[in-house]
């Protein structure tokens, strides 16, 4: 299936959709939401706005009739100094998704790509992606390679006495 479909950053006005976008991406994978989606879409575009600064989201909009129907998100992170250098920062791949209808059209590889010129543009180090397993091969066409093993700790919060 061929889109015709637009990739930039998100404007403001686009924030809603990209939140319910989101939502849709939580249901999909048999998540619960704990809101409805517009309410959710809502509080969603504030914290984007908010979070302009570390957050970068691409859309793919379609040129017929300028509906979101894609995002992908930059988290940039600062990095600790090193000797070698001092300004250094990486970036994470976050939240990418298209709609279901338009799946395997290219969209998502175009979104991803646009990310990685961004950090380019910033002069990150690297930037990394938490994948399912089912979009390993996704992210690998796109460049991505698995070099070292993530390992992570689940941190919850304790009730203050």
């Not at 991406?25 to 809101?35: A, T, V």
């Not at 300004?87 to 799946?103: E, F, I, K, M, T």
């Not at 969209?107 to 994948?131: D, P």
């Amino acid at each position: 299936m061929h889109a015709d479909v637009d990739i930039k950053p998100a404007s403001v006005s686009d924030l809603l959709a990209v939140g319910g976008l989101r939502w849709d991406s939580l249901e999909e994978n048999g998540g619960e939401p704990d809101d409805t989606r517009e309410s959710f879409a809502v509080r969603f575009a504030a914290w984007a706005a908010d979070h302009d600064s570390t957050h970068t989201c691409f859309v793919a909009v379609t040129t017929a009739d300028r509906e979101v129907v894609g995002m992908a998100w930059l988290a940039v992170t600062l990095r600790v100094p090193s000797a070698r250098a001092f300004d250094r920062a990486s970036g994470d791949l976050q939240c990418a998704y298209v709609v279901p209808r338009l799946r395997d059209a290219g969209i998502g590889a175009r979104l991803v790509l646009a990310v990685l010129e961004r950090a380019s543009e910033l002069g990150l180090e690297r930037v990394t992606v938490h994948s399912s397993p089912g979009a390993v091969r996704f992210y690998e066409r796109a460049g991505f390679a698995s070099e070292v093993v993530l390992l992570h700790a689940k941190v919850t919060s304790q009730p203050h006495a």
